[in-house]
């Protein structure tokens, strides 16, 4: 029997018509998008965003900067979206341009306007069990098991992936809910025997269709974050996906599972810290 698929375009909506509702009744949301240089697809997610925030009633001001601006006046224009009331959450598309250094203008955005969650001070907050504004993909994750009401207390999570906005942060969350949470990456060892025993599988490793159907395990949760274009033109997951769909026993797809889940999670971020703000 095929697997339930996890529908997080639906979800999605769902959540952006909550947030629609609340900021229409605090009256003000202010988002600032930053995006420095010519990046194709960062152009893409900054269209989508700042399309997903408008519609949410959100005051969205987009920022499009020269790939050639310095390190230093990109700091000082930080610190001016910092210093502006008008302006709730605050986020900095990645990556940046190679003179840049990422982590220097990620610690200097206003962690309470750290919508990524990226910033250490929100990184430490949800290490230590106290989250305040957390990473949107593993949030939009969350809020599909809850949804889908997937048990997660004792359940074994493996989670493919270890970076810094899914692996980890995801890995935290699941263990915050009881569950007994396994991290891989490329360096492990029988990672295919692991995938296995997991009642709950996040692929977040970047490789198209990277889990076949034999690492899953019979009735698991498949939470795939992968977004990779094929030689073809068309999409894939980090997942096999009509191979795994005939053994788990929930499933998202790729397009239309995680994907529009973490731009309506941003956008919860946002009226999250702007009602921070207003308290």
């Given amino acids: 029997m095929a697997a339930t698929i996890i529908d997080g375009k639906a979800l999605a909506a769902k959540v952006r018509a909550e947030v629609a509702d609340e900021v229409a009744e605090l009256g003000h949301v202010g988002l600032a998008t930053v995006l420095v240089g010519d990046d194709p697809a960062s152009h893409v997610y900054i269209n989508s965003k700042q399309k997903m925030a408008t519609a949410a009633g959100i005051e969205a001001h987009d920022h499009r900067l020269p790939g050639d601006m310095s390190q230093d006046d990109l700091l000082a224009f930080i610190a001016e979206l910092n210093a502006d009331d008008s302006i709730d959450g605050l986020l900095v598309q990645l990556p940046l341009p190679d003179h840049i250094e990422e982590h220097t203008i990620i610690e200097a955005i206003d962690p309470a306007k750290d919508i990524d969650g990226i910033h250490p001070y929100n990184a430490g907050r ?37 970076s810094n906005i899914v692996g980890k942060p995801v890995a935290l969350l699941l263990l915050q809910k009881d569950a007994t949470v396994t991290i891989c990456h490329s360096k492990t060892q029988d990672l295919a025997a692991l995938a296995a025993q997991a009642d709950i599988l996040v692929a977040a490793i970047g490789r198209a269709k990277f889990v076949t159907g034999a690492m899953v395990k019979p009735g698991a949760c498949v939470i795939d974050v992968g977004i990779n274009r094929l030689p073809d033109g068309t999409l894939a997951g980090d997942v096999d996906y009509a191979a795994a769909r005939e053994v788990a026993g929930w499933i998202t797809p790729v397009p239309g599972g995680v994907g529009p889940m ?18």
Avoid at 266 to 276: F, I, P, R, S, V
């Fill in 126 to 162: 949800l290490m230590m069990g106290r989250p305040t504004l957390v990473p949107a993909t593993p949030r939009g994750i969350m809020r599909m098991l809850e949804e889908y009401e997937i048990e997660l207390q004792g359940a074994n999570a493996v989670v493919i992936g270890r």
């Fill in 262 to 279: 973490t731009i309506a999670m941003l956008l919860e971020n946002c009226l999250k810290a702007a009602n921070e703000s207003a308290a």
